[in-house]
């Protein structure tokens, strides 16, 4: 049994992502591929667009389609069991009395984290061809995408001994509390949970299975965010493989009140195919009526896919890449649109620290790199080159 394709999709608020997720689920599914679309955001658009009721453990929508409309306070309540030793005794040592799994779904990351495990169990299950999911606005998504990381970081370092143990837990609650040394119970509820996570990371970074869809439309300012999405989505390693510019006013279009913005549309197209390339663009007109229901998401997956196959891996770039260069070695990091003033690498034992903005990640370098030394590190076009000298000798 293969790994399913798994395809994010994410841009600016309202730009159309859960039409475009929910149209490409349609046509993955159409094309014989058991596909389940699933939402990381509370609101219930999936629902609304596909204009069928979607429970939060999967409901049909066409023969081969399903949809899940995520509802963190009742998986709260489901793994309550779970953490309820954990929290009990966390909550006792900070002299609060009995706490609700209600209370508790509303502390932040909960969903996320839920929302990954689903991913996961959907892509391992064996039950699916296509996983599809429809992301919350960029900001949101990278956090979520970068959750995995952050937390295994913070695990690496706090508890080395218990690595696995612990991984989940207690980032989250330490945002309520700085935390009790945990006793064996709890750190047996704690592998539970954690082990919902572990993996996630690894299915959505492997960019044979797994690629992110940018969502624009043809603004300045959506298109500015998209940039910034990549870079930052580059940084965590993923892979985007195309982006849809969605909302380009039609051709049949004549009338002259229109003839600036259609000028504009065409100006941003080109710069969003310029900028993006390699990656492909898919395009999609601005409906003569709103999106809603199956037969019109149907007709909207046709234009924006064509001929090209939905389910494809559109393209295959190469986030983290490490070649020789005489004796010594080249790190090579996908940073597309990265503003130099933003960036900064450092190094920290078996780490390279890299910081774009407000994000950043500590990557373990691979054993051929440990214990080299860092000689340099520059810009070449879109990529990030990190130079590393010779292996001092031993002894
Ligand atoms: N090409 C289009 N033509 C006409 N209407 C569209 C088009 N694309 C999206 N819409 C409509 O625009 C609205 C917003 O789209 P959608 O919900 O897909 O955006 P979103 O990016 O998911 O928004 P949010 O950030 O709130 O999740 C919906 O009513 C949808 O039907
Ligand atoms: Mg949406």
């Given at each position: 049994m293969g790994s399913p394709r798994v395809l994010l999709f994410t841009g600016k608020g309202g730009v159309g992502k859960t039409t475009a997720a929910a149209a490409t689920a349609l046509r993955c599914s159409d094309a014989g591929l058991r596909t389940i679309v699933l939402s990381?955001?509370?609101?219930h658009s999936l629902a609304d667009a596909f204009d069928v009721p979607l429970s939060s453990v999967g409901s049909p929508i066409t023969d081969r389609l399903w949809g899940q409309q995520l509802d963190a306070q009742e998986r709260m309540e489901d793994a309550w069991a779970d953490i309820q030793a954990h929290v009990m005794e966390l909550l006792g040592w900070a002299g609060v009395d009995a706490i609700e799994a209600e209370e508790l779904?509303?502390?932040?990351?909960l969903d996320e984290i839920f929302a990954l495990s689903d991913i996961k169990t959907y892509a391992t299950s064996g039950d699916w061809d296509v996983v599809i999911v429809d992301c919350a606005p960029t900001a949101e998504t990278i956090r979520f995408l970068s959750l995995p990381d952050i937390l295994s970081w913070y695990m690496d370092r706090l508890f080395p001994a218990h690595r696995k143990a612990v991984k989940v837990v207690r980032p989250v609650l330490a945002r309520l509390t700085s935390m009790p040394i945990a006793g064996d119970r709890v750190f047996a509820a704690g592998q539970r949970f954690y082990e919902r996570l572990d993996g996630v990371r690894a299915i959505l970074t492997d960019g044979r299975h797994s690629s992110v869809r940018l969502v624009v439309n043809p603004e300045r300012m959506v298109i500015a965010e998209a940039r910034r999405t990549h870079t930052y989505l580059s940084l965590f390693g993923y892979h985007v493989d195309a982006v849809i510019v969605n909302r380009l006013l039609p051709e049949?279009?004549?009338?002259p009140w229109f003839k600036a913005w259609k000028e504009t549309h065409a100006e941003h197209l080109t710069t969003i195919e310029a900028g993006f390339a390699p990656l492909p663009v898919l395009k999609a007109e601005l409906a003569a009526?709103?999106?809603?229901?199956i037969e019109r998401l149907r007709r909207f997956g046709d234009v924006l896919y064509?001929?090209?196959?939905?389910?494809?891996?559109l393209h295959r770039g190469e986030p983290i890449r490490v070649h020789k260069r005489g004796e010594r070695r080249v790190m090579s990091l996908e940073l597309p649109f990265v503003d130099r003033d933003d960036l900064d690498v450092g190094r920290n034992d078996g780490e390279l620290l890299v910081r774009v903005g407000a994000y950043r990640r500590a990557i373990v370098l691979p054993d051929s790199l440990r214990r080299r030394p860092v000689t340099g590190a520059r810009m070449v076009g879109d990529r990030l080159e990190v130079s590393f000298g010779e292996e001092p000798s031993r002894g």
């Open positions: 990381t955001d509370p609101a779904s509303v502390i932040p990351g049949a279009i004549t009338d009526e709103e999106l809603v229901g064509g001929d090209t196959d939905a389910a494809a891996v």
